[in-house]
Every structure is written in structure tokens, then in C-alpha cells.
């Protein structure tokens, strides 16, 4: 297997390296579960949270993982960065790197920017916490590990309902499918599908519940309530609830075999009725707490520390 | 003794519970003045500081109390939080539980939102930091700490002046005072007391001077600016100061075995002089150091790792 | 040599003591390029780093200088801080320092807070990373750990152009200057000098063609886009840069031997023109991996923890 330097996106992955990250991240869940939640495995190593975007539950999530391994873990949020004093992303991230950090993980609103900086950026690994409409490769690692504790994802059917245009989450699980072997099926609106949708050779939906029928996952993502009603593709937050919210309704459509699952933070209400995200099927509290350990497994190929030994 | 699960405020202790916490506490103290400020004690063990208000000195506290016992602590500000993109508290506090911290410290202006959580975060315990004009049980366990490193808290008279509508800190001493068997006496003027303030038993007056013969510790509560001002019932700070200010010849009048004491910040000038803050008879830089210490037990025995071993 | 207890800034450091902290910088550069960077000299000590002015450099610099050297880290940002609620800098830290932190590192735009905090803090040391336009003594220990990496100062020539008159760097320079026994030439419009510059002793030149030959090290200083146009001293950014910045023809006025510094961060275009900011000639990033090895040994050396054992 070709080893991970960086990671940047699930584009650059390989399907054995995506396996080997997933395997590796499944065995890290259960240390979150005992009583002493630490492990020597990343002690020594430091990492740099870069997050020019706020993303609380991103952002602790690594923060935790790099922690729970014994990792020096440092957080820079955009509010006191130096690029408001005029300073340049790159500038910004050679500075940081000249401290020697292990890892960078960034986040940032320009799609592409990890590539661009890494080769600047000697010694020092990138993570991608989500750049613009891009990629977001841990969140899809997690929804994988989520499914693969769940009857694996080989075979099934992701239905991903509501802002595509602007969901990397969306772009990265469309790369995935292809070398993993699931399908994604998009439901949205016109003007909440990104130009082209097509060539990513994915089934298109403008009825949600067209899309239902053989559904193994209902993949709701968060759809801003400025941009649903500046953008005037609906009038009103109720009438997108009635057209793309999944409700008890469409989850009974779905079957009780189908999961739910959501990238957070959810706008109950909106895309998501309350019910359904509490319901039994629902795995978005799973989400997270499998994020948790992906991003330990990320981390810690990074570092290539790949050893786990428990402490004594 | 019933064991303490959570820490919702002093209402749901027993009297057993609160010199369980003191005793701790008091062997705590010791730590923060050696030259090695570590215990393993809490190693392992992850907490999470979730304040949705800010608050240097309590935040600050907790963090120093985690970090010395060797526990990952990890700090959310409001500022950066899911919060402002719509989610509920519930599904914000929900989606940290799930990356299993063992103990989240939440400060909010809701009054009663632990309680609220609690059963809603299986495996977490919760720590109410503040919580609107509800409980502070931590700055109550942290001033009878440091009462009774100075002669006991036992059937002595705390003099409580100020903002006493607004105080959770005065609150969560009325409802300590009648099960620790000390009384309580608040000062204020009628526009700063709470509706019916009497059924918790407690004298009340709006004479300052009337209430300071036979007062064991006199505590100056913090008196927002813009709150004197705005509602009228001061026409300036001076004349806050001179009716329900802290100044040499009341300090005087209360004779020099009366402490003073203040859960800060302070402003000067107005609920307190500078001269009398800075004065023998203050205890209030007690009061942070014992905080330090009584989160440390709060920590401790919430994690339930009521061991102390001292570090090789 | 007399301890050094506190760092407020160069005037009270002797030369024996600014070398016994370059070489134990020296000492510690290695440690942030080993595969694991993580010494235990600090364990079981509390820093305490207080910002109100941003500075994610700085304070990133000493919290991976602290925490790699296993110290207890907090970070306090003037947003979150109780000044804002009326509290005084001195009761701030005076509440700090009952938490017992061993070291507390001040950022604040008053000059001379420093030394004024000091004698109310009994036990902790205090580091000035940057008092108002006053001085900066670790970014200049930085600077002279660099250069003594690149053929030493002793003897040297170092042209600090830029806004001198608010720069707290090029003072220290001045005052490190005569100490270390190197010259410091100063560039500048009159409007960005401060009055009665003369009695520094130092040379001062408008032109900057002028001041090149025979320098060693050309040393830019960051100008505020702001402070430029409003202060009518130029017109433009772009007549700035021509008259003040360092662009390819100047550098090779200056000749190949000649160092390109800056404490960062840089803009690009306006004091220093980007193939200037990349060419080999620059030390910049030299700068930034240096900082963090001196602010180890200004920590360990307050700390009063000098011996460096390797961890086990």
C-alpha cells in the first residue's frame, strides 16, 4: 500500500488505503469507551488545528483524538490569526510550520488550498478539515466507519437530500462511492445542484420521495436558512421541509432497515423533522463518536506512528 | 453517602455531600503550591469547558484544576460555537457527550439547562459553571472552602450586598446556609432584590449600615454598570458607592475580625474600595485559590477517581 | 550571574545573561527536530499565556515551547477576558496568579505593564511578549539566536527599516545592540521615527540606498496599511515600497553575504517584496523555528528548571 502523507481529499485515496484507515479507525473506538480514554501512541507529536472557518464539533473532534493518543494539540481559530494583519495563507502556514508541528490540520474556505500548500510545507503533514465546496474526507471516513458498525457500505444505496452545490461532504462521498462500491443518489432542488452533476455518474432526484424506494441510507445535509431564502428557490423554511425534510412519513417509506444519518450541526426542522433524528434508526450521535476514532487513525498514519500500544 | 453523579447546583446536595467536597477540596490546596503543580490523578479522563458565556476566572479554573490532576481538557467558547448556525443546546451538548468526555462543564444564561441535559447524556456528568441567575455551586463549595481555612463557616453571619436579583452566587448561599447552619443576611435596595426573597428565610435589608453589626464576613457582590444606570435606581456610581459600597469606615464599623470577601471581578469604586480590596481583612485572592482546589475535587469526584496518589 | 526572575525586557538583562539564554536556546533547537518533541523539563509547571493584543505567532511559539517541554499551558485572549467587564489589569492578573501558574506571559499595549504587574504577583514570573510600543525582548533573543546560527552579531551591522517609531522590536534592538556589541542602523521616513532617536546612539538614515553598504543583515519592519495613508507620510503602498521596501535590486546592493530578517507577519509588496521574502538570503522562517528554542529557555530558566533531561 502506498503510504499517506497527507491527506487532502478522498480523491487522492486508494481503496486499500481507505480500507486501511477505516480498519485502523475501528480499532480506536473502543478506547473512547474505557474508563482511562489515552493512549502513548501519538506522545511527542504535535498538532496544529488551523481553522479559518468555525467548525466546533470538527475541530474538538480532532482536538480529543490528537489528546486521547498523548499529542501535543494546539488550536488556531481565523478570529486571532495573523491574516487579518494582511498576512497570506502561505505565510501563515510556513510560519506555522517552521514551529515543526507533525500535523496541520486546516480548515479553510478555499476549495483546493491543502494541495497548494503542502509542497511548501516540508516535514509537516496536512489534513483537510473542509476546504470550500470541496472535500471533506474525514467526515466521509466517519460515515464509512459509521456503516461499516452498521452492515458495511459495499453494495448499498446513500441517498443525500438538500444543498449539494455547497457540500463537500456530498463531493468527497461521490468520489468514495466509486472505489468503494456504494452508490449515491442526490435529491435537491435545481439551484441546489452543482453544474454538471451528471459526470459524477450518480442518479439525480428532484423528488425526494422518488428517490426513497431501495434507499439504505437517508443522508440529510444542513441547508443554511439564509441561502434557502435569499436564493429564492423556496419561500419559506416550512415549504422546504415539505418538499426535502425527512419526516416520520418518508422514514416510513425508507423501511426500518434504513439508517439516517446527518453531518451536523442539523437544523431540526428544516431538513430533518425532530422524530426522525431521534429516532432508533438514526446514526448521527454514532457519527461523531466514530469520527472521534477516524481521526485518531488519520493522525496517527500521518504521524506514522502506526504502532497502538495500550499504556501501562 | 449518596454519591455525586452530577453537579447541578447546592439544592441537590446533602450537607454530608458539601464537607465530603471541602475535605477534598482542602487537600487539594496543597498541590498548587508545590513546585511540581501535577497529580495523576484525573489522567486519562476528558474535559470538556463548554461556556456559552464568557468567563475568564471560572473557565480558567476549571482548566488549571483538569490540567494538574493530568486530565485532556478542552475549552468551547460561544463565540465558536454550532450554536450560532442554529443547533439546539441539546443537540450541541448530545453531539459532545457522543466524543465521551467524562465530565462537561457548562456555563449558559439559562437557569436550569443542566438539569435539563443530564439525563439526555448518558455517561457524561455535568458541572453547572453558571447558570443565568439560577446556581454557581462551584463559587459556594470555593467560599465556604476558604472560610473554613479561616475559623469555619458554622454558625457565622455572611452579609451579602449588591446585585442580589441577578446573583446565582447569592442563590446558591441561601440554599447552603441552611444546611452548613450559617445565616445569610442580603443588603441591597428594593429595585436589586428578587420577588419574595423572604420565603428563603433570610434577613434582608436596605440599610448597609444597619447590617453590619454582628456580620462575620461582609461579600460584595458585583454591580453592573450599565444595570445601575439603566434601571434607574442609582443616578450615578458614586451614589451606588456611598448607600451599598464597601468602604474603610464600614469596613471599620463591622470591626477587624470581619472578613471580606467577592467572587469577582471586581469593580473598584463601585460595590468595593480599592483601599478595603486591598486591605488584611480580604480574602477574595483566597477565594481563586480555593477554587482551584475545590474544582479539583468537584473533578475528581465526579470522574470518580477519589484516589489521590501523588505523582513518582 | 544573577538570575534572571523575570523577563520584562533587554534593559534589564546583562550581556552574560542574554548569552546564557542563546545558548541554552541553542540547546533546545534540536529538540523540535527529533522525531519525538517532547521533553519533560517543565512537567508539573503552569504557564499561563495572556494576550490582549492577538499575536497567534507569538502565542503559538510559547505554547509549543511550553508544552513540548510537558508544562501545563492555558491560553487567555483579551475577547474572553474580565477586563472587558470592567475589571483592572492588575486585579486580572493578580487573580491569575492566585492560580498559582509559575510563569505568566503578558501581551498588553501599555508599556512598562510588565515591570508594574511584577511585585504584586509573589511567586510568578512574568515574560513580556510585547508591552505597547516598548519592547520585545524574546523576539530579539530570537533574532540573535538566528544570527549566531548564521556566522554571529558580534561586530555586526543590522539596518532596521520601517515603522521604527512604533516598533517595540527595533528598541529592544537598540538596547541589545550595545550590549551584544553590534551596530544598529535605523531606516525610516521622519514621520515613522520617534522623537529624539539620536540619544540611542545609533545611526539614522532616510534614504535607504544610504544605509545598504556594509550591512549585514537587512532587518524589515511590518507597516500597517493603515498607518501609511492615514498618516499622509506616503501617498500610496506603492511609493512606500519604492522608497522603503526591500525589493531583488536592493538585496543586491547589499550583496550576497547580507541576511534578510523580519519578525513577521510580512506584507508582501508593501516592506518587502515577495522574491526578496522567498530568496535564500532570508532568514524568516530561521526566525520562527528559533523563537520557539528561545522561549524554551526563557521558560526553563524562569521555571528555575534548567537541567534538560531526555525523557525515558
Known amino acids: ?16 488505503q481507505i480500507e486501511y484507515l477505516l480498519t485502523l479507525g475501528a480499532s480506536f473506538i473502543d478506547l473512547s469507551r474505557r474508563p482511562l480514554r489515552k493512549a502513548p501512541t501519538l506522545r511527542g507529536k504535535t498538532i496544529i488545528n488551523l481553522f479559518f472557518e468555525n467548525s466546533t464539533r470538527t475541530r474538538t473532534s480532532f482536538e480529543i483524538a490528537g489528546k486521547r493518543l498523548s499529542a501535543d494539540v494546539i488550536n488556531i481559530s481565523a478570529a486571532t490569526s495573523a491574516t487579518k494583519k494582511g498576512e497570506s495563507l502561505l505565510d501563515t502556514a510556513q510560519t506555522l510550520a517552521a514551529m515543526r508541528p507533525h500535523v496541520l490540520v486546516i480548515r479553510h474556505s478555499i476549495a483546493g488550498c491543502c494541495e497548494f500548500l503542502a509542497p511548501y510545507l516540508e516535514g509537516t503533514a496536512i489534513v483537510n478539515a473542509g476546504d470550500g465546496a470541496h472535500e471533506h474526507p474525514t467526515q466521509v471516513l466517519t460515515d464509512l466507519l459509521t456503516l461499516r458498525a452498521h452492515g458495511g457500505f459495499a453494495g448499498k444505496v446513500i441517498t443525500m437530500v438538500g444543498d449539494i452545490s455547497h457540500s463537500r461532504v456530498a463531493r468527497s462521498h461521490l468520489l468514495a ?7 449515491v443518489r442526490l435529491v435537491a432542488p435545481k439551484t441546489l445542484l452543482p453544474a454538471e452533476v451528471e459526470r459524477y455518474g450518480c442518479e439525480v432526484f428532484h423528488d425526494f420521495d422518488a428517490a426513497i424506494p431501495g434507499s439504505d441510507v437517508l443522508y440529510m445535509l444542513r441547508v443554511q436558512n439564509e441561502r434557502l431564502t435569499s436564493s429564492c428557490c423556496f419561500p419559506s423554511i416550512r415549504e422546504y421541509h415539505e418538499a426535502y425534510g425527512l419526516n416520520r412519513q418518508r422514514l416510513r417509506l425508507a423501511g426500518e432497515d434504513c439508517l439516517v444519518m446527518h453531518p451536523g450541526p442539523m437544523n431540526r426542522g428544516v431538513e430533518i423533522a425532530t422524530d426522525v433524528a431521534d ?5 448521527i450521535l454514532d457519527q461523531v463518536e466514530h469520527g472521534v476514532a477516524v481521526r485518531m487513525a488519520v493522525l496517527t498514519t500521518l504521524c506514522g506512528a502506526h504502532a497502538m500500544e495500550e499504556e501501562a
Open 1 to 16: 500500500m502506498k503510504p499517506v502523507r497527507h491527506l487532502f481529499g478522498i480523491a487522492q485515496l486508494e481503496a486499500e
Open 177 to 183: 462511492a466509486r472505489k468503494m462500491g456504494y452508490t
Open 279 to 283: 429516532s432508533v434508526q438514526a446514526r
